[in-house]
């Protein structure tokens, strides 16, 4: 791992500036700072190898900063997840936002398995010389920022399972919510048409008109019949509960 894609801080204004440490202002300042530090670069003719060596370095450090971005997205989203503060309409703007990281990891990826095996010329490559292990630095470099890119596609498709899993949950509970208000529209409806059903039978400009001789054959009739319709919805709310709670008693006796 080369200084350079450490990432070390900068120097404050007041601290003196030290060799060791690279400003990154510009690339250029980068890669002669690179350069000045590469021990193999001593000899009498170095190997190109050898003096590419840094620039990849310093491109492989330029995708460790573009992973380290997607990181921060990633840890965004999951934070929000964590707080389950978020609703559809959050966790569909989420999912658009994966979709887009999860393309732009996917090119990313086909990228860096072009550097990871470098194609150089066999001359350049002598295994008595540190050309080859510079070679071998520069593969190892871009496999470790491959290894960084296939985690966060990991992560990526950990994150939309969980999204979708939290989707699907909020969707049934707006399922069960809709399903208690008609359960309640239903017991109205229940309870008003009996009533509606007697009137337009007996009619209410006769004796069985509020007030008239019958009025009492009609209320009891149209009575009755929402007090048998209530009782059968009792009975198929409320049976299939205590059969499976008598079975859960059976199986534990």
Same mark, same amino acid.
């Given at each position: 791992m080369s200084r350079y894609r450490s990432f070390l801080p900068h120097s404050t204004p007041d601290a003196e500036a030290s060799f060791e440490i690279d400003t990154r202002n510009t690339y250029t300042e980068s890669f002669i700072h690179c350069l000045k530090r590469n021990p193999h670069l001593c000899r009498q003719q170095p190997s190109p190898v050898v003096i590419i060596q840094d620039l990849y370095r310093i491109i492989a450090s330029e995708w460790v900063a573009v992973n380290a971005y997607l990181e921060r997205d990633l840890n965004a989203i999951e934070w929000r997840l964590e707080r389950g503060t978020a609703n559809i309409s959050t966790l569909d703007i989420f999912l658009e936002q994966i979709f887009v990281m999860r393309r732009r990891t996917r090119k990313y990826e086909s990228l860096i398995d072009n550097h990871v095996h470098v194609n150089l010329p066999t001359h350049w490559l002598d295994p008595s010389e540190p050309s080859s292990s510079a070679a071998d630095a520069i593969s190892s470099d871009f496999q470790q920022? /491959?290894?960084? %890119? &296939? /985690? !966060? !596609?990991? /992560? %990526?498709? &950990?994150?939309v399972s969980l999204i979708t899993s939290l989707m699907s949950v909020i969707e049934g509970k707006r399922a069960t919510d809709l399903n208690r208000r008609l359960t309640i529209l239903a017991i109205v409806a229940t309870v008003a048409v009996p009533f509606n059903v007697f009137a337009a039978v007996f009619g209410m400009q006769t004796e069985y008109a509020p007030g008239g001789e019958k009025f009492g054959v009609f209320l009891w009739s149209a009575t009755g019949t929402v007090g048998a319709l209530m009782v059968c919805y009792l009975a198929s709310s409320v049976g299939p509960k205590l059969e499976e709670r008598q079975r859960r008693l059976m199986g534990l006796g």
């Open positions: 920022v /491959r290894d960084l %890119i &296939q /985690r !966060n !596609n990991e /992560r %990526i498709a &950990q994150t």
